[in-house]
C-alpha cells in the first residue's frame, strides 16, 4: 500500500536533513528532539515571514520608514514645529530627522545626494532634478534693535534703510541674501551691510546687540529674541516652497507634503483700505507692527 502523501513528505525532509524528526512505534508516533528544534525554528520563520508581510506592506503605504527635511532658517521657527507635530501625529511609525538652519545650496546638494527628502526652501532654485511646490508668500519685516528710532514706527519703507548698517545671511548660496540686496537696489540706493552671518538665529541676535537691522521672513519674529522689535517692510514678500526630488515616488514622501500643506496657516485675509486701521501692533517680546499697503516684490523669485 503507497504511504499518505504527508507521510511520504516527512520522509524526504528526514532524508535532506539526514536524522529523524519522529520517533515511530507500533503505539505512537512522537517528535525526536530534534523534531522539536526544527519545529520551533519553523514556527519563528513562519512568524518572521508574517511580521515582514505586514511591515513591508507598512512601508509600501508610506506608514513606516525613514523622513529626513531640511529647512532654511527663516520656517525652522514657525512652520517647522506645526509640520513636526503633525507628522508624529499621522505617522507615528515614521522616523523624522529635521535639519534646521540649512541654506538653499545644502539642501539642494543633500536632496540629490538623498540625504535630504524634502527640503523647505526659498526660490529661486534652478535644478532641473528637483520638484518644487509653491506653499505660500512670507511677509518681510525688518528686525530693528529696541533702541533704534525705527523701532517706534508699524511700518516702514525699503529707502528707511538707505544708511543703515545691514545685518545679512550670508552671500554663499543664501536667497535672502540676494534678496535683500535686490530689495535695496530696487529702491534706489547700495545697502550698507556691516555683518554677514550664517545662521537666522544669529542675525537676530546681532540685531539685538545693536549691531544693525535685518530684513527677514515675518516667521523669524517666532524666535522672540528681547531687544528687538518687528516693523513691516511695505510691498515685500518672499515665496517658500517645498523641494523633493523629480522622481521620488515613496508613498511616505507623498503623505508628508500632503501633511505639510495641511499645517500650512490660512492666507492672512487683507482689509480693506476704508476699513482698515492706519497700523496694528502686537505689543510684548518680539513685538510686530503691522502697517501700511501690501504688495509683492519679485526678487527673482518667479520661478517657483
Not at 532658517?73 to 538652519?101: C, K, N
Not at 527677514?216 to 523641494?243: H, I
Request: with cysteine; glycine share 8%; hydrophobic share 40%.
Amino acid at each position: 500500500m503507497a504511504q499518505p502523501p504527508l507521510s511520504t513528505q516527512i520522509r524526504q525532509l528526514e532524508a535532506e536533513l539526514g536524522f529523524p524528526l519522529f520517533a515511530r512505534t507500533t503505539r505512537r508516533v512522537e517528535l525526536t528532539d530534534g523534531g522539536r528544534a526544527y519545529l520551533e525554528h519553523a514556527h519563528a520563520i513562519l512568524n518572521a515571514v508574517e511580521v515582514a508581510g505586514r511591515q513591508s506592506r507598512r512601508v509600501a503605504e508610506g506608514l513606516e520608514g525613514r523622513l529626513t527635511v531640511g529647512c532654511v532658517g527663516s520656517a525652522t521657527y514657525d512652520l517647522m514645529p506645526r509640520f513636526t507635530r503633525a507628522l508624529r501625529t499621522a505617522q507615528p511609525d515614521v522616523e523624522v530627522t529635521i535639519q534646521g538652519e540649512m541654506l538653499v545650496v545644502d539642501q539642494v546638494d543633500a536632496l540629490r545626494s538623498g540625504d535630504l527628502d524634502i527640503a523647505l526652501l526659498r526660490p529661486p532654485v534652478h535644478e532641473p532634478a528637483l520638484t518644487m511646490r509653491p506653499l505660500r508668500s512670507d511677509r518681510l519685516v525688518a528686525a530693528v534693535p529696541d533702541s533704534h528710532p525705527l523701532a517706534a514706527r508699524p511700518s516702514i519703507d525699503v529707502r528707511a534703510l538707505e544708511r543703515e548698517p545691514l545685518v545679512v545671511h550670508s552671500s554663499r548660496g543664501s536667497v535672502m541674501h540676494r534678496l535683500v540686496l535686490d530689495l535695496c537696489e530696487s529702491a534706489g540706493f547700495t545697502p550698507l551691510v556691516s555683518h554677514e552671518v550664517v545662521e537666522t538665529s544669529t542675525l537676530v541676535s546681532f540685531v539685538a546687540a545693536g549691531l544693525g537691522i535685518a530684513v527677514v521672513p515675518e516667521g523669524v519674529s517666532k524666535l522672540g529674541v528681547p531687544g528687538v522689535r518687528y516693523c513691516a517692510l511695505k510691498g515685500a514678500t518672499v515665496e517658500l516652497c517645498a523641494a523633493t526630488r523629480t522622481h521620488e515616488t515613496r508613498p511616505l514622501v507623498a503623505r508628508a507634503l500632503e501633511i505639510l500643506v495641511e499645517v500650512l496657516p490660512e492666507p492672512a485675509v487683507e482689509t480693506p483700505s476704508s476699513e482698515r486701521p492706519e497700523d496694528t501692533d502686537r505689543d510684548g517680546t518680539g513685538r510686530l507692527f503691522w502697517g501700511g499697503e501690501r504688495g509683492h516684490i519679485d526678487a527673482r523669485s518667479a520661478s517657483c
